[in-house]
Nanobody, 123 residues
């Protein structure tokens, strides 16, 4: 069992930065791949970024590549999402999710989900 708790969301102006954290409980965290997803009102949940269990592999959505950075610290059971050059279109609830498998951009591939943290980018 893995429980995930996101934090770090908030209100920021366009061009600004935020760093999201996702703290996990459970001994198997270091064996799980982690993903960040987001969901804006009226839209489907979409993939943002992925990191493998050991951090060796990262994958980004085209919309976040070059602006967002995913990382993890297995000693702290935490995964991070550094978001720079934020734009109003980045406004959404951001979720972290855990998967025992390899890379996937599909929400259905992830077993565990956090409750989400709101990110609002003003113009």
């Amino acid at each position: 069992q893995v429980q995930l708790v996101e934090s770090g969301g908030g209100l920021v102006q366009a061009g600004g930065s935020l760093r999201l954290s996702c703290a996990a409980s459970g001994r198997i965290f270091s064996s799980y791949a982690l993903g960040w997803f987001r969901q804006a009102p009226g839209q489907e949940r979409e993939f943002v970024a992925f990191i493998s269990f050991n951090g060796a592999t990262t994958v980004y959505a085209d919309s976040t590549k070059g602006r967002f950075t995913i990382s993890r610290d297995n000693a702290k059971n935490t995964v991070y999402l550094q978001m720079d050059s934020l734009e109003p279109v980045d406004t959404a609830i951001y979720y972290c999710a855990g998967s025992p498998g390899s890379y996937s951009y599909l929400p259905g591939a992830y077993e565990y989900w956090g409750q989400g943290t709101q990110v609002t980018v003003s113009s």
